[in-house]
Nanobody, 126 residues
Framework: QLQLVESGGGLVQPGGSLRLSCAASGFTSDYYITSWFRQAPGKEREGISCISSYDGSTKYEDSVKGRFTISRENAKNTVYLQMTSLKPEDTAIYYC???????????????????WGQGTQVTVSS
């Protein structure tokens, strides 16, 4: 059974940084994508970044491009989201998810995914 566990959330001031981690276990596919979504109160869940295990390619939504960086550490089955220059509008619960695809095309559709982590809260406030 695949399990995803997010960590690294917290309270940070505007302009600050956080690094989220997504540790996976029980996953046996030799190719997959791992994505980060977030959901703010009263808003729909939105995909913000994706990384492919097949070729390492990445995608970002415009709202986080240039501020967030997704990466992976295969030996630890862990995907990271380094977040810098955080803004109050980044406040949300952040989820990681994975699906068996080669590439990140169309990654921001929640319906593609079967497995989700429990989420980690990120609050950006002074």
């Amino acid at each position: 059974q695949l399990q995803l566990v997010e960590s690294g959330g917290g309270l940070v001031q505007p302009g600050g940084s956080l690094r989220l981690s997504c540790a996976a276990s029980g996953f046996t596919s030799d190719y997959y994508i791992t994505s980060w979504f977030r959901q703010a109160p009263g808003k729909e869940r939105e995909g913000i970044s994706c990384i492919s295990s097949y070729d390492g390619s990445t995608k970002y939504e415009d709202s986080v491009k240039g501020r967030f960086t997704i990466s992976r550490e295969n030996a630890k089955n862990t995907v990271y989201l380094q977040m810098t220059s955080l803004k109050p509008e980044d406040t949300a619960i952040y989820y990681c998810t994975t699906a068996r695809y080669y590439y990140c095309s169309g990654y921001n559709l929640p319906g593609l995914y079967d497995y989700w982590g429990q989420g980690t809260q990120v609050t950006v406030s002074s």
